[in-house]
């Protein structure tokens, strides 16, 4: 419900991004378009057809401008929805993760590179030719640019952390740490402040059903975990950085960012049992969470 509760989100998009109040921005792969939709009133505000299939989508705030990689395509399309106008660029390869700095949108294509595109120029501005991890599949950066760091979600085997720091010198961007966390990792989490790194992994990664709060620039470094039950999921802060979202099959979770206890429980209600509520989401405002099926 409204005022700090949950709103049950349980159509086919393919990727949501939470404004503040009951405004969130989807990806709808039912016409290939990217909508501002308001959930309190099931109404779709702004809409912009695109030229292909959405998948993920990464958020510019800073400039009101998303982001939405194309499934099975070398092109994102760069969209400004109060605009009601998008721009396509072309990649070397096909993006199938994203994640936003003040300057600069890292895109990682699997087994192949890492992208990086000036947001002001939209110029593509360099890549990594060779990912140390070729099953990465996910990517999370720095506000401030200095690093980003990628892992591998869904593996049987153990899910590897790899961090990568700006080097001045050679003007790229060098691996600088390795690490290693559980297995069926499902979502990759970077605090507000930069400082946690999470890997919400199906079978916790911690002792027992947890998820260890890992020093995002010291990987052997861990700050305690939060105890979560069993086949944590999602994973989402809440922009002050006080609260931490997850979920599991049936339930979301708030816990404490710095206690790692359980504050809330909200029961999911699924109109499909089959499927997983993998990603949640806090509002802009932090005032509500989202959970919602993976569907890329």
């Avoid at 998008?86 to 300057?103: F, G, I, T, W």
Wanted: hydrophobic content about 35%; aromatic content about 10%; glycine content about 8%.
């Amino acid at each position: 419900g409204k005022g700090g509760g949950v709103i049950q989100v349980g159509v086919a998009w393919s990727d949501v991004v939470p404004l503040s109040g009951s405004l969130i921005v989807v990806g709808d792969m039912s016409n290939n378009s990217l909508k501002l939709m308001d959930v309190d009133t099931n109404s779709t505000l702004i809409q912009v057809l695109l030229n292909g299939r959405p998948g993920k989508i990464a958020a510019d705030m800073d400039n009101s401008v998303f982001y939405v990689m194309l499934q099975s395509s070398n092109n994102v399309a760069r969209v400004n929805l109060l605009a009601r106008s998008v721009r396509y660029l072309h990649l070397p390869c096909v993006a199938q993760a994203a994640s936003m700095s003040k300057d600069t949108l890292f895109l990682l294509c699997p087994g192949i590179s890492v992208v990086y595109v000036d947001k002001c120029t939209l110029n593509v501005m360099s890549h990594t030719s060779t990912v140390y991890d070729p099953a990465a599949n996910t990517i999370v950066a720095s506000y401030d640019s200095k690093y980003f760091i990628t892992g591998d979600l869904y593996s049987s085997t153990s899910s590897a952390l790899n961090r990568y720091e700006w080097d001045g010198g050679k003007e790229s961007y060098q691996l600088n740490e390795k690490g290693i966390t559980s297995s069926n990792g499902n979502t990759l989490v970077l605090s507000p402040d930069n400082k946690h790194v999470l890997m919400v992994a199906g079978g916790g990664n911690g002792n027992g059903y947890s998820i260890s709060d890992i020093n995002a620039m010291n990987f052997t470094d861990q700050y305690g975990a939060f105890v979560t039950g069993a086949y944590p999921l999602g994973g989402f802060y809440s922009p002050d950085q006080t609260k931490f979202a997850t979920s599991n099959y049936d339930t979301i979770l708030i816990l404490d960012a710095t206690r790692y206890n359980v504050v809330n429980k909200y029961p999911i209600v699924k109109s499909d049992p089959y499927f997983q509520m993998i990603s949640v989401r806090y509002s802009l405002d932090g005032a509500r969470v989202y959970s919602y099926p993976l569907r890329t």
